[in-house]
Structures are given as structure tokens and as C-alpha cells.
């Protein structure tokens, strides 16, 4: 040994190496890998639970080690090779403790850290009849863990694989890992199979999907998991047939990212230095370039990012899962060629858009949507969304189908619970109840009239126009009265249920209002006054007796709209430093 290269970042993170064969799962036994392990196996350096060296244990852990890769070498060649073998014949693991070189690094790599061989500056995994060699081994699994059989992924006639290996660290699961595809009890034989008989997957193809897989959830950039999300209780993998990392930065940002690191927000650091004028003016900057390869992608051109072509033919992938203990459960899998996914995106995003009062509001993310259906002062399950509802959203949007009923009942649940919320209804949950209708097939003409991106004070449904009414009632009582109590604490689950038996209520006591408010401000009585008539006057002589629940979507689009458009009235007035005329109502807070 020559020299330790230590190949930790600079926050002590380890790096990752693709290898033939990666370090194979292991209980109390011992059991070797190729070309790459921990101090145990590599240099028969093993401690016990206690802290203290077991050399007869270490001894039997490198003879292992040593016997698995030196058989392995015969297949190989070259000069890194014969340096590797001649080293594994000649170690003595009683030495390992006094020697200079490992003395410095010994500590820290006993309790947790793995060894590879570099010789002459490259890896020995990097020789390519090593690599070949370590494949072949890979093809020529133990007789006893393989059936004869028809593989049903590729359709040949093979080898399968009598069991799998465990992917590892999915949020869920057992920390040894949990098995994709699994028969260990005599209720799933059949036919004369067992095992691995009963889903007859080539020994290849099992190595290779679990090897995939948990590279995916085990790789990160920093801090930052480029191949997956965290969508409620459902891990999200995506991927692109070439491999390209930049084709998932490109899906975050589409998705809604602006970011392009994850769709969960990362605890936000509050002493974290203020973004400088500089870094804002390229983050613009790149934001804009980004928008504009995502659109000549959408139009099914190819486009240029980071030097690289980026093709809307290319195939992208997304695998949904989640775990269940030692099971690990397929949410869904969806192959389509990148430029369709940008497009349903696209179309998703165009139905939740939605004025604001200040702006139109940005793309949202899955999870975003997903919180708005969820108490947001809650904690502990209850600040998780419904299991299973961000798989059903997020296949809604990438097929361009409609969003799950389930979706806009939790949206529905928590504007009611939350009447005390002075918001009533927010941004998030109006721009999810205009998408919902937008997209379902059975949406009423009168309730399509409504989904519009801001007030249409044209539109005469009367859900419609309840809801613009009711939120002119509530907020001419809070420039009345102050009260602490008002009318939307007390009355708008009733009103947009059943306006017939609540609204002549509220137009008797807006008149008290009024009244008051014309002692104080008689233009700005005079305002709520002209608003009120031009929405009542569009009104039936006979309101319904109950909404059913499109036209109910319908009262709170109404409720929203009218207030994004006070809160823009408003905002014009400052921006304009006009003088009131005295017969406009105030501006929204």
C-alpha cells in the first residue's frame, strides 16, 4: 500500500463509483464483493460490537475477499491486475494496525467507509477486462438461485433469478431494504412454481433493475437528489434513455420548480445572506433560458442547454413508488417520449392559472397542490396528504387526464374547515377548483363560463355572482363596523350551501352597514352601493335553495375573483396617485 487517497466532498460526503458489482447484502454471515468493500473484507481490519479488534474474524472476511477476487482477476489483465493480486497474496492482515500509511485514516474508516484499488491513477473497476470479468460472473449466477424458464421482460429463454435483491432506502421501508418482487409463502405458488418461478424475471435483468433503482435513490449532487422527489408518501424516480441529467432539471422546472432541485421545499435557513443584485440578474437570466428551451421542446424542436442537444423524441420515464415494511409498491410507470411530457405539464399548468390581484400566478408544484389540501398549522400525519393522492394527481398530469375527485373534495374539506381563515379560499385551492372543472368531462356550461383566469363580470351563474356578492357584503362590513366577528366567519359555508335562506339575512344587515358607513364616508358608501346593484341585478328574482357542488366551485371562483380584482383596483389607484373622487369603495388591505 502506497498511499490512502481520501475521496470524500468537501461536507464529508462520500463519492459514488459505478461498479460491475456493487457490495452484496449481507447479515451475520460472511460474504464477499468484488473490487470494492469495507476494511473488513479488503484488509481483514474487523472490529467487534464491542470496539475491540477480532483478527480471526478479519482473517476469515479478507480469505473470503481474497478468494472471490483473485478468481474473479484470472479472466483479466494488465499491469494494474498483477499489482492487485500479487497484493492480496502477500497481505498479512495482522499488520494492518501498524502500518504508517493507514495509521492517519484507520479510525475513521473502521466504523464506516468502504476501499477500492487505484493503481497508476486509474481505478482497477475502470480496467475493462476487470469490468468484463466482473459481468461474466454477474451472468453466471449460483445453480441454485436460478430457474429455467421464459423471462418476462425480455421474452427470451433463460436463466431467472430464484430471488431478487432488496432495494434500499425508500422512505417506509426496513432499513435492510424491501423486496420489489417476492414469493416466500406457499399461498403464491402455482402451477408447479415457486419463487421466483411465479414471475420468471432473467438473473440478468433482477441484477440490473435493483442495481438501477438504488443508484437513483442513493445518488445526490450536494444535497440534492437528482433522479427523485418526494411526492406525500410516494417516491418519485424519472429518468431519460440517454441518461442526461439535464432532461430531469428541465422536467423540475417545468413541473413548477423553479429551483430545479426538488418539488419539497428545504428548510429555509434564516441567517442565510441576502441574494445579491448580481445572483438575482442570473438567475433571471437563466430562468429565461430555460423557458425558452422548454418551449422549443414543446414545439417539438430540439434546443440546446449546457452545451449539450436536449430532442423531444427522446424517451422519458417516471416510476412511482412507495413502501409498505418489506414490500415495496408500484404507484404507477409512465413511458412517453419527453416533448408529450412537457405538453400535458404545459396544459396542467395553463388550468391552474389564476389572477391573483398582484399577478398571475406562477407554475405551481404537485406539492404545493397537495398542501393546499391539508391544515397547514398541523403536524405529525396530519400535515400529509391523503395516501396514494399524490400518485393519482401527479398520473392525472402527466396522461392529460382529469385530476381525482378525491383532489378537490380535500380542497373543498379544508376551505370549510378553515372559514375562520380571513382568506376563506387561497390562491391555491381557487387555481386547483378552476383546473378540476377545466379538465373534468361532465363540468355544466353554465360552470364552464366561470373557469376563466380572472374576474369575467359578465358571467351570470349564480354560484358565480354569490360568491362576488357575498365578498363584497364581508368586505363592505369590515370597512364599516370592524367587526370582530364578521359575516364570513359566521355565514359562508351557509351561503354557499343554501343562499336562499342566507342571503336575504346579509342584504338587511349590508343595508345597516351602509347606513353606517355613509356617517363617516359617504363616497365610499356610495361605491359598495353602485357594486352591489350591478351584481344583484344580474341575480334571479328566486335564489336557489341549495347549490349542488359544480356551482358551489362556482361561488368560491366568484368569492376569489372579485377579491383579486379589489385588490388590483386598488393597487392601479396607488400606482396612478389619482386623488379619490369619492364615490369608490376603499382599496382591499
Given at each position: 500500500i502506497e498511499s490512502v487517497i481520501d475521496l470524500r466532498t468537501e461536507n464529508k460526503k462520500g463519492q459514488q463509483f459505478m461498479l460491475p458489482i456493487p457490495p452484496a447484502g449481507r447479515t451475520s454471515g460472511i460474504k464477499a464483493a468484488l473490487l470494492c468493500d469495507n476494511i473488513g473484507y479488503v484488509l481483514g481490519c474487523k472490529q467487534d460490537k464491542s470496539g475491540k479488534l477480532n483478527l480471526a474474524r478479519g482473517a476469515q472476511m479478507f480469505e473470503a475477499f481474497k478468494n472471490a477476487n483473485l478468481s474473479m482477476l484470472e479472466q483479466a489483465s494488465g499491469p494494474d491486475v498483477d499489482a492487485i493480486c500479487k497484493f492480496l497474496n502477500k497481505h498479512d492482515t495482522q499488520t494492518v494496525m501498524n502500518n504508517p500509511v493507514l495509521a492517519p485514516y484507520l479510525d475513521?474508516?473502521?466504523?464506516?467507509?468502504?476501499?477500492?484499488?487505484?493503481?497508476?491513477?486509474?481505478?482497477?473497476?475502470?480496467?475493462?477486462?476487470?469490468?468484463?470479468?466482473?459481468?461474466?460472473?454477474?451472468n453466471q449466477p449460483d445453480p441454485a438461485d436460478i430457474i429455467e424458464t421464459v423471462c418476462v421482460d425480455t421474452g427470451m429463454p433463460g436463466q431467472a433469478a430464484r430471488t431478487h435483491d432488496k432495494i434500499k432506502n425508500l422512505p417506509g421501508g426496513q432499513p435492510s431494504g424491501c423486496a420489489l418482487m417476492s414469493a416466500n409463502m406457499e399461498c403464491t405458488n402455482g402451477y408447479g412454481?415457486?419463487?421466483?418461478?411465479?414471475?420468471?424475471?432473467?438473473?440478468?435483468?433482477?441484477?440490473?433493475?435493483?442495481?438501477?433503482?438504488?443508484?437513483?435513490?442513493?445518488?445526490?449532487?450536494?444535497?440534492?437528489?437528482?433522479?427523485?422527489?418526494?411526492?406525500?408518501?410516494?417516491?418519485?424516480?424519472?429518468?431519460?434513455?440517454?441518461?442526461?441529467?439535464?432532461?430531469?432539471?428541465?422536467?423540475?422546472?417545468?413541473?413548477?420548480?423553479?429551483?430545479?432541485?426538488?418539488?419539497?421545499?428545504?428548510?429555509?435557513?434564516?441567517?442565510?445572506t441576502v441574494e445579491t443584485s448580481k445572483t438575482a440578474d442570473n438567475n433571471e437570466s437563466l430562468q429565461k433560458k430555460i423557458e425558452s428551451?422548454?418551449?422549443?421542446?414543446?414545439?417539438?424542436?430540439?434546443?440546446?442547454?449546457?452545451?449539450?442537444?436536449?430532442?423531444?423524441?427522446?424517451?422519458?420515464?417516471?416510476?412511482?413508488?412507495?413502501?409498505?415494511?418489506?414490500?415495496?409498491?408500484?404507484?404507477?410507470?409512465?413511458?412517453?417520449?419527453?416533448?408529450?411530457?412537457?405538453?400535458?405539464?404545459?396544459?396542467?399548468?395553463?388550468?391552474?392559472?389564476?389572477?391573483?390581484?398582484?399577478?398571475?400566478?406562477?407554475?405551481?408544484?404537485?406539492?404545493?397542490?397537495?398542501?393546499?389540501?391539508?391544515?397547514?398549522?398541523?403536524?405529525?400525519?396530519?400535515?400529509?396528504?391523503?395516501?396514494?393522492?399524490?400518485?393519482?394527481?401527479?398520473?392525472?398530469?402527466?396522461?392529460?387526464?382529469?385530476?381525482?375527485?378525491?383532489?378537490?373534495?380535500?380542497?373543498?374539506?379544508?376551505?370549510?374547515?378553515?372559514?375562520?381563515?380571513?382568506?376563506?379560499?387561497?390562491?391555491?385551492?381557487?387555481?386547483?377548483?378552476?383546473?378540476?372543472?377545466?379538465?373534468?368531462?361532465?363540468?355544466?356550461?353554465?360552470?364552464?363560463?366561470?373557469?376563466?383566469?380572472?374576474?369575467?363580470?359578465?358571467?351570470?351563474?349564480?354560484?358565480?355572482?354569490?360568491?362576488?356578492?357575498?365578498?363584497?357584503?364581508?368586505?363592505?362590513?369590515?370597512?364599516a363596523i370592524q367587526a370582530d366577528t364578521g359575516i364570513g366567519a359566521k355565514y359562508f359555508n351557509s351561503a354557499m350551501t343554501t343562499p336562499k335562506m342566507i342571503f336575504p339575512t346579509l342584504t338587511r344587515l349590508s343595508q345597516k352597514h351602509l347606513a353606517k358607513l355613509q356617517k363617516t364616508s359617504k363616497g365610499a358608501a356610495i361605491g359598495f352601493d353602485k357594486a352591489m346593484t350591478e351584481i344583484m341585478d344580474k341575480l334571479p328574482d328566486q335564489l336557489p335553495t341549495h347549490l349542488d357542488m359544480q356551482d358551489q366551485s362556482a361561488f368560491l371562483l366568484g368569492y376569489y375573483h372579485q377579491k383579486a380584482a379589489n385588490i388590483a383596483a386598488g393597487l392601479a389607484k396607488k400606482a396612478e396617485k389619482a386623488e379619490t373622487t369619492g364615490d369608490d369603495m376603499p382599496d382591499e388591505e
Open positions: 475513521e474508516i473502521i466504523q464506516k467507509g468502504n476501499l477500492l484499488f487505484l493503481y497508476q491513477n486509474r481505478y482497477l473497476h475502470d480496467n475493462p477486462s476487470v469490468y468484463a470479468a466482473a459481468d461474466k460472473i454477474l412454481h415457486k419463487q421466483g418461478g411465479s414471475y420468471p424475471v432473467s438473473y440478468l435483468t433482477a441484477q440490473h433493475y435493483v442495481k438501477a433503482i438504488n443508484y437513483m435513490l442513493d445518488y445526490k449532487e450536494g444535497k440534492k437528489h437528482p433522479y427523485q422527489i418526494a411526492l406525500g408518501n410516494t417516491t418519485v424516480l424519472f429518468w431519460s434513455d440517454t441518461g442526461d441529467t439535464d432532461y430531469n432539471d428541465l422536467a423540475r422546472a417545468q413541473m413548477g420548480d423553479t429551483g430545479f432541485l426538488s418539488f419539497t421545499p428545504d428548510n429555509e435557513n434564516e441567517n442565510e428551451v422548454l418551449d422549443q421542446l414543446r414545439r417539438g424542436q430540439a434546443a440546446q442547454l449546457n452545451e449539450k442537444s436536449i430532442s423531444p423524441d427522446s424517451r422519458f420515464y417516471i416510476l412511482g413508488l412507495s413502501a409498505n415494511s418489506s414490500r415495496v409498491i408500484v404507484r404507477f410507470f409512465l413511458n412517453q417520449s419527453f416533448g408529450q411530457f412537457l405538453n400535458n405539464v404545459q396544459k396542467h399548468q395553463e388550468r391552474l392559472q389564476i389572477f391573483t390581484g398582484t399577478e398571475y400566478s406562477r407554475p405551481m408544484s404537485v406539492y404545493s397542490m397537495l398542501k393546499a389540501t391539508v391544515n397547514s398549522k398541523a403536524t405529525g400525519d396530519r400535515s400529509k396528504p391523503l395516501p396514494g393522492l399524490a400518485a393519482d394527481v401527479l398520473m392525472a398530469i402527466l396522461n392529460n387526464q382529469p385530476y381525482p375527485q378525491t383532489l378537490l373534495n380535500q380542497v373543498n374539506l379544508r376551505v370549510r374547515a378553515e372559514v375562520q381563515n380571513k382568506a376563506r379560499i387561497s390562491q391555491a385551492q381557487a387555481s386547483i377548483t378552476k383546473a378540476y372543472y377545466t379538465a373534468y368531462p361532465g363540468t355544466k356550461e353554465s360552470v364552464k363560463e366561470v373557469l376563466t383566469v380572472a374576474l369575467n363580470p359578465e358571467n351570470q351563474n349564480v354560484g358565480y355572482l354569490l360568491g362576488r356578492l357575498f365578498y363584497t357584503l364581508e368586505r363592505l362590513q369590515t370597512v
